[in-house]
C-alpha cells in the first residue's frame, strides 16, 4: 500500500508541532517547509523518520518550489495566507491534491475579517479546498471564508506523550504536598499579559501576605523589563524536555494572555495535571478550562488578582482535584488522533 505523502508549509515550527508531525511520519511520508527559528522560541528539534525539514531562508523561490512539486504530496497544509511564497506555490499544484489552509483567528466581525470573507469565493477558495481550525471560534471564521463542510478542527495539539510522562513523574509528590506556586510560561511579550499579572500577584502579596510564589519561564523583548519581587522567580526559557523540576515544584498554571488565538501550553499544563487560571481571551480554554480553574478577564489586575485569591482559598485535596479533572480533559486529543485528522482527510 503507498504510503500518504503530507507537506506543511509553515511558519514557526515548535516542540508540539514537531511532536505531531513525528506521530504522523509513522503512518505518512511527510515534507515540512518552516520559517527560520525565533530567537523568542529557540526550540531544539530531533530528527524524524520519514520526514524532511527545510528551512525556508536556505532556498530561492523556485528551488522550493520544486522541492515541495517533486515531493508530489496528496495533501498540503499551508500557515494561513501571510507567506506569499507559500501562496504562490500551492498555487502551482495538481488541482487533485487537497489543499488545507490552517487559521487561528477569531471571528470578531471586524472590517477586516467582513471584507475577508467578501474576498475569499474569489481568492481563498480557489486556492485551497479546506480549513484546517484549532477550535469552535476558529471554525466560525472559517465558515465566513467559505469552507462550511470542508472544516477540520483540532489543528493545534500538544505534545500529549512527553507532558503525560511528566505528569506520571511528577504529581504523585503533589498529592502528597501540593506546590503553593504559580507557574507563567511562556513569551515576555506585553500581549501575553506579563505586567498585569505580576502587578496582581505583588498587590495581593502585600494586602494578603501568604506563602504563594510565581515562577515564570520564557524569555523576549520585556525581559529587561521584568518585575522584580522576592516571591517572582524569573528562569529564563527551558526546552519542554528539561521541565520536569519546574513541573514538579509549582502548582497551578497562569496565562493571563490579552491575545492568545488558542495557547497550546494550556494543553500541555492541563495534561501535567496543573489547575488552570486563563483570561478570556485564550483560545484553548473552551476545550481545556471545565471545573478545573478559574477564568478572568484579560488585563483586568482586580479581576487576576480575585482568581489568585481564590486559588489560594482552595485546600490541597480541592486543587488535586482539579489538577487530576485538568489531565483527562488534557488527554482527551492526542498527537495520535491529530495524525489521523489529516491522513483522513486523503479519502475524503
Same mark, same amino acid.
Given at each position: 500500500?503507498? %504510503?500518504?505523502?503530507?507537506?506543511?508549509?509553515? @511558519?514557526? +515550527?515548535?516542540?508540539?508541532?514537531?511532536? !505531531?508531525?513525528? @506521530?504522523?511520519?509513522?503512518?505518512?511520508?511527510?515534507?515540512?517547509?518552516?520559517?527560520?527559528?525565533?530567537?523568542?522560541?529557540?526550540?531544539?528539534?530531533?530528527?524524524?523518520?520519514?520526514?524532511?525539514?527545510?528551512?525556508?531562508?536556505?532556498?530561492?523561490?523556485?528551488?522550493?518550489?520544486?522541492? +515541495?512539486?517533486?515531493?508530489?504530496?496528496?495533501?498540503?497544509? !499551508?500557515?494561513?495566507?501571510?507567506?506569499?511564497?507559500?501562496?504562490?506555490?500551492?498555487?502551482?499544484?495538481?488541482?487533485?491534491?487537497? /489543499?488545507?489552509?490552517?487559521?487561528?483567528?477569531?471571528?470578531?466581525?471586524?472590517?477586516?475579517?467582513?471584507?475577508? @470573507?467578501? +474576498?475569499? $469565493?474569489?481568492?481563498?477558495? %480557489?486556492?485551497?479546498?479546506?480549513?484546517?481550525?484549532?477550535?469552535?471560534?476558529?471554525?466560525?471564521?472559517?465558515?465566513?471564508?467559505?469552507?462550511?463542510?470542508?472544516?477540520?478542527?483540532?489543528?493545534? !495539539?500538544?505534545?500529549?506523550?512527553?507532558? =503525560?510522562?511528566?505528569?506520571?513523574?511528577?504529581?504523585? @509528590?503533589? /498529592?502528597?504536598?501540593?506546590?503553593? %506556586?504559580?507557574?507563567?510560561?511562556? *513569551?515576555?511579550?506585553?500581549?501575553?499579559?506579563?505586567?498585569?499579572?505580576?502587578?496582581?500577584?505583588?498587590?495581593?502579596?502585600?494586602?494578603?501576605?501568604?506563602?504563594?510564589?510565581?515562577? !515564570?519561564?520564557?524569555?523576549?523583548?520585556?525581559?529587561?523589563? /521584568?518585575?522584580?519581587?522576592?516571591?517572582? /522567580?524569573?528562569?529564563?526559557?527551558?526546552?519542554?524536555?528539561?521541565?520536569?523540576?519546574?513541573?514538579?515544584?509549582?502548582?497551578?498554571?497562569?496565562?493571563?494572555?490579552?491575545?492568545?488565538?488558542?495557547?497550546?501550553?494550556?494543553?500541555?499544563?492541563?495534561?501535567?495535571?496543573? $489547575?488552570?487560571?486563563?483570561?478570556?481571551?485564550?483560545?484553548?480554554?473552551?476545550?481545556?478550562?471545565?471545573?478545573?480553574?478559574?477564568?478572568?478577564?484579560?488585563?483586568?489586575?482586580?479581576?487576576?488578582?480575585?482568581?489568585?485569591?481564590?486559588?489560594?482559598?482552595?485546600?490541597?485535596?480541592?486543587?488535586?482535584?482539579?489538577?487530576? *479533572?485538568?489531565?483527562?480533559?488534557?488527554?482527551?486529543?492526542?498527537?495520535?488522533?491529530?495524525?489521523?485528522?489529516?491522513? =483522513?482527510?486523503?479519502?475524503?
Amino acid at each position: 500500500m503507498t %504510503r500518504t505523502k503530507i507537506a506543511f508549509l509553515y @511558519s514557526e +515550527v515548535a516542540g508540539y508541532f514537531m511532536a !505531531c508531525v513525528k @506521530s504522523l511520519a509513522k503512518e505518512a511520508d511527510v515534507l515540512v517547509v518552516r520559517w527560520p527559528t525565533n530567537s523568542e522560541a529557540p526550540f531544539q528539534f530531533e530528527e524524524i523518520p520519514n520526514c524532511t525539514v527545510l528551512c525556508k531562508s536556505d532556498f530561492s523561490k523556485e528551488e522550493l518550489q520544486k522541492k +515541495v512539486v517533486d515531493f508530489q504530496a496528496d495533501i498540503v497544509v !499551508c500557515s494561513g495566507w501571510m507567506d506569499k511564497d507559500y501562496l504562490k506555490i500551492v498555487k502551482t499544484l495538481n488541482p487533485n491534491i487537497k /489543499r488545507v489552509i490552517s487559521l487561528d483567528n477569531h471571528w470578531n466581525g471586524s472590517v477586516k475579517q467582513r471584507v475577508a @470573507s467578501l +474576498v475569499s $469565493p474569489f481568492y481563498l477558495k %480557489r486556492i485551497f479546498t479546506h480549513a484546517w481550525v484549532p477550535g469552535t471560534k476558529q471554525e466560525k471564521f472559517a465558515i465566513k471564508l467559505g469552507f462550511k463542510g470542508n472544516i477540520l478542527k483540532g489543528f493545534y !495539539c500538544a505534545d500529549t506523550a512527553l507532558f =503525560n510522562a511528566k505528569y506520571a513523574a511528577t504529581f504523585d @509528590s503533589k /498529592r502528597a504536598n501540593f506546590p503553593k %506556586r504559580f507557574l507563567y510560561v511562556a *513569551r515576555y511579550v506585553e500581549h501575553k499579559g506579563i505586567f498585569e499579572m505580576w502587578k496582581a500577584f505583588k498587590e495581593l502579596q502585600e494586602e494578603l501576605p501568604n506563602e504563594w510564589e510565581m515562577w !515564570c519561564l520564557g524569555t523576549g523583548s520585556e525581559w529587561e523589563n /521584568r518585575v522584580k519581587h522576592e516571591k517572582i /522567580r524569573h528562569i529564563g526559557f527551558v526546552q519542554p524536555s528539561d521541565m520536569d523540576q519546574y513541573i514538579k515544584e509549582t502548582g497551578v498554571y497562569i496565562l493571563p494572555s490579552k491575545f492568545e488565538p488558542w495557547g497550546v501550553t494550556t494543553q500541555e499544563f492541563a495534561v501535567c495535571g496543573f $489547575p488552570l487560571l486563563l483570561s478570556n481571551e485564550i483560545g484553548s480554554a473552551e476545550m481545556f478550562l471545565s471545573d478545573n480553574g478559574i477564568g478572568f478577564k484579560a488585563g483586568d489586575v482586580d479581576e487576576i488578582k480575585s482568581a489568585m485569591r481564590k486559588v489560594m482559598s482552595l485546600g490541597e485535596e480541592e486543587l488535586i482535584q482539579m489538577g487530576e *479533572r485538568s489531565h483527562r480533559i488534557g488527554m482527551q486529543y492526542t498527537t495520535e488522533d491529530w495524525a489521523k485528522t489529516i491522513i =483522513n482527510l486523503k479519502n475524503k
